[in-house]
């Protein structure tokens, strides 16, 4: 199979970002069990270009293409930090853009990371619907990780580490049957 194009959506409004460096640990994962080749879009760069945005007429090149390279992925990791119980009001911004049907059988690893447990539930909660209204296969192991899961510098908890290994397999086997279905679309 050729290279698998993996899209990352990380919801960090500052940097240097957590929520940045789980979207990494996951592509790492990602990188060990298949070929793939990344794209990564940060809110923190986005955000000054789709802010005043209404509509998508009015964003501008850059903005314009993250769209269509989210629309193009084989593999979606969207994640976020928790704000107020969900994701950021700008992780929802972009997402307001995007075509309904840009995502539609797309396989989507959910990720969030927070100040503490309380609000784990924001990946069945909050990230697994806005990706249902797109029809997007979300995988069913979500990774929420929070400030007690750090150690300074990546996210080492082996609990975390087994959900990242689960997901990545899960969105690998979704994209592998998806990519087979199309092929067979296409010589039938
Ligand atoms: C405005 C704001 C609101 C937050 N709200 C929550 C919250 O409701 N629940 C929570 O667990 N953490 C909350 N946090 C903490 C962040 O989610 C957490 O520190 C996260 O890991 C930051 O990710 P980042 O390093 O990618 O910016 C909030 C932080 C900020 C700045």
Redesign the pocket.
């Known amino acids: 199979m050729s290279k698998l194009k993996v899209v990352v959506v990380?919801g960090?409004?500052?940097s240097?970002?957590?929520?940045?460096i789980l979207a990494e640990q996951i592509l790492e994962t990602l990188k060990r069990q298949a070929n793939v080749q990344k794209e990564i879009h940060q809110l923190a760069e986005l955000a000054p270009l789709i802010g005043p945005a209404r509509h998508p007429g009015e964003l501008g090149d850059f903005a314009q293409a993250a769209l269509l390279s989210i629309a193009s992925a084989d593999i979606l990791i969207a994640v976020t930090?928790?704000?107020?119980?969900s994701y950021t009001g700008l992780f929802k911004h972009l997402f307001d853009f995007l075509d309904p049907q840009a995502l539609n059988e797309t396989p989507v690893i959910l990720g969030a990371?927070?100040?503490?447990d309380?609000?784990a539930l924001i990946i069945e909660h909050q990230l697994r619907p806005l990706f249902g209204f797109f029809g997007a296969l979300t995988v069913p192991s979500g990774i929420y990780a929070?400030?007690q899961n750090y150690d300074g510098s990546r996210f080492s908890d082996p609990a975390i580490l087994e959900r990242i290994e689960a997901a990545a397999r899960q969105a690998l086997a979704a994209a592998r049957s998806r990519a087979e279905r199309d092929r067979q679309a296409k010589a039938a």
């Open positions: 990380s960090n409004l500052g240097p970002s957590k929520t940045l930090p928790v704000y107020k119980g990371t927070g100040g503490g309380k609000h929070s400030e």
